[in-house]
């Protein structure tokens, strides 16, 4: 059996934008290329009060894989690395947090991209373990990635 490969996107600030309360312009098409591309898509994302609803209304719910709306982002990463037929490696994880979402890709072996952009632009990685294997300003210049 062949390995699959995902793509783990954060929710809040990576596709969402909280400010606004909307999706980013991009997402609907990077979303479409990533899966074209082969990609099994991941959803991982903070258990706010509504988020599975906001997912659900957002129409985003269909797009993934596997929606994962967790108290711990660390739990929902690790849930994903029991399953067995994943080929980290040539995965993704693209998230706006150094010390959150590339951190726990790195830790997996992951391919991370940072969406360097908006309120944590300015948290720069000071551990190994935070620093990104891409940096992206637009969430649509993951297609150039992957």
């Known amino acids: 059996m062949a390995l699959r490969r995902i793509i783990i996107f954060d929710f809040n600030r990576t596709l969402y934008d909280p400010d606004h309360r909307k ?7 990077v979303l479409k290329i990533a899966k074209s591309r082969g990609y099994d898509l991941y959803l991982v994302s903070s258990a706010m009060p509504s988020r599975k609803e906001l997912v659900h209304e957002l129409g985003l719910h269909d797009d993934f894989a596997k929606v994962i709306i967790t ?16 080929d980290f490696r040539k995965s993704f ?4 947090r ?10 997996l072996g992951m391919q991370t991209i940072w969406l360097c952009a908006g309120r944590f632009a300015d948290e720069m990685p000071t551990e190994k373990v935070e620093k990104p294997i891409f940096v992206i300003k637009e969430l649509k ?5 992957i």
């Open 23 to 29: 999706l980013f312009s991009d997402v609907p098409e």
């Open 71 to 86: 108290d711990s982002k660390r739990d929902g990463f690790e849930s994903i690395a029991l399953e067995k037929d994943i």
């Open 93 to 96: 994880v693209v998230g706006d």
């Open 98 to 107: 150094v010390v959150d979402e590339i951190t726990l890709g790195n830790k």
């Open 141 to 145: 210049e993951v297609l150039r990635i």
